[in-house]
Every structure is written in structure tokens, then in C-alpha cells.
């Protein structure tokens, strides 16, 4: 005689919600460009950026980074002295 165990009533596990997998199609595209915007940011806007902070400086290539001396407005003929 075989006799079956009832099952315990219990609360059933949450589901969860599926994972949302990377899709390679969605993110080609930026992959391919990046390398300009890589090159552009180098090229271009560190060379206009650097200009602009050279543009209130005074500097001479010759003698290194060190030798910056911050000028401010004094170079555009605004200085407050």
C-alpha cells in the first residue's frame, strides 16, 4: 500500500523579472564611433581648451609647465592694480 504525503501549503516564490540581456545591435554603433570622438576630443578640443588657460597665462615654451605665471585680466589690459 503506497500512501502519499500531502504537500505543504505555503506561499509560492515571487517571480522575477526576466533580465534584459545586452544586445550587441543596440550598442554598434557607438563602438564604431567612438574612435573618432576619441581622436576629435586629443586633436581638437584639448588643443582649444589649453589655448583659452594659455590666454591668461604667461609662459614661455622654453623653460616648461612650471614656469606659468597666472596673469587673469592683467594680459587683456583689464588689470586692477
Known sequence: MNTTMPCAEGA?????????????KQWAPYIFISPFFI???VFSLFPLL???YLSFNQWEAASGVE???WQGDCMKGRCSE
Open 12 to 24: 509560492a516564490a515571487p517571480v522575477r523579472p526576466a533580465r534584459k540581456r545586452v544586445n550587441m
Open 39 to 41: 581622436l576629435f576630443a
Open 50 to 52: 589649453f589655448s583659452i
Open 67 to 69: 614656469a606659468m605665471q
